[in-house]
């Protein structure tokens, strides 16, 4: 099996200068990462591509319509492949929350994996919000296909095909224009990844 399985994380979004929760907020490409998702289309010209699949945020729409340019290639927006949802914490500073909400904040840092913030969802709900669609994606296509998400969407993807645990799920690296390339190994019979760009 050849298929290529390119997991892309969106292009930059401007959050000023604090970090963020920013989750399901719905924020444009910066002037950075709309470059940063035209060097991704000059990556990509040259690689045949069946479909591409696309979190529904103006921040993946937009790097995916960079990236196709004016290529024949479907595309198909997936509600499932939304960033984790922060609830309250959206758009909130990460200082605001460790002043205001303390306890909270700590216990996310304990147990990032199952700690809900008020109104959002965990990582462990994400995964398995995520996890169908992209096996699906996996079993209903036989080229190569690009999968353009968010970096948590893409942490559980990584987690759950490479066997870490969710509790270890910050330390996969996902910068702002990554990709990721997952492929069958044959010989171990399972799929691999590769970080490429």
Same mark, same amino acid.
């Given at each position: $099996?050849?298929?290529?399985?390119?997991?892309?994380?969106h292009g930059k979004i401007d959050v000023g200068e604090?970090?963020?929760?920013?989750?399901?907020?719905?924020?444009?490409?910066?002037?950075?990462?709309?470059?940063?998702? &035209?060097?991704?289309?000059?990556? =990509?010209?040259?690689?045949?591509?069946?479909? /591409?699949?696309?979190?529904?945020?103006?921040?993946?729409?937009?790097?995916?319509?960079?990236? /196709? &340019?004016?290529?024949?290639? #479907?595309?198909?927006?997936?509600?499932?492949?939304?960033?984790?949802? $922060? &609830?309250?914490?959206?758009?909130?500073?990460?200082?605001?929350?460790?002043?205001? =909400? @303390? #306890?909270?904040?700590?216990?996310?840092?304990?147990?990032?994996?199952?700690?809900? @913030?008020?109104?959002?969802?965990? =990582?462990?709900?994400?995964?398995?919000? /995520?996890?169908?669609?992209? #096996?699906?994606?996996?079993?209903?296509?036989?080229?190569?296909?690009? /999968?353009?998400?968010?970096?948590?969407?893409?942490?559980?993807?990584?987690?759950?095909?490479?066997?870490?645990?969710?509790?270890?799920?910050?330390?996969?690296?996902?910068?702002?224009?990554?990709?990721? #390339?997952? =492929?069958?190994?044959?010989?171990?019979?399972?799929?691999?990844?590769?970080?490429? &760009?």
């Open positions: $099996m050849d298929k290529r399985i390119y997991l892309i994380r604090e970090k963020r929760y920013i989750g399901i907020t719905d924020l444009p490409l910066s002037s950075e990462g709309i470059n940063q998702a &035209g060097q991704l289309s000059e990556y =990509f010209f040259h690689i045949s591509i069946e479909k /591409v699949y696309v979190s529904p945020l103006i921040r993946c729409v937009q790097t995916s319509e960079i990236i /196709v &340019g004016s290529r024949n290639i #479907e595309s198909v927006l997936l509600e499932e492949l939304k960033e984790i949802n $922060m &609830g309250d914490w959206e758009g909130k500073s990460f200082a605001y929350i460790k002043n205001r =909400f @303390p #306890e909270q904040y700590e216990n996310r840092g304990k147990h990032i994996d199952t700690f809900i @913030p008020p109104g959002g969802e965990s =990582f462990y709900q994400l995964q398995q919000r /995520v996890m169908p669609a992209f #096996e699906s994606i996996i079993r209903s296509t036989v080229g190569n296909v690009l /999968v353009i998400a968010h970096a948590g969407v893409n942490r559980v993807i990584l987690s759950n095909f490479l066997g870490l645990p969710l509790q270890e799920i910050l330390n996969v690296y996902q910068p702002y224009g990554c990709v990721n #390339e997952l =492929f069958w190994n044959q010989t171990y019979q399972r799929w691999q990844c590769k970080t490429v &760009g």
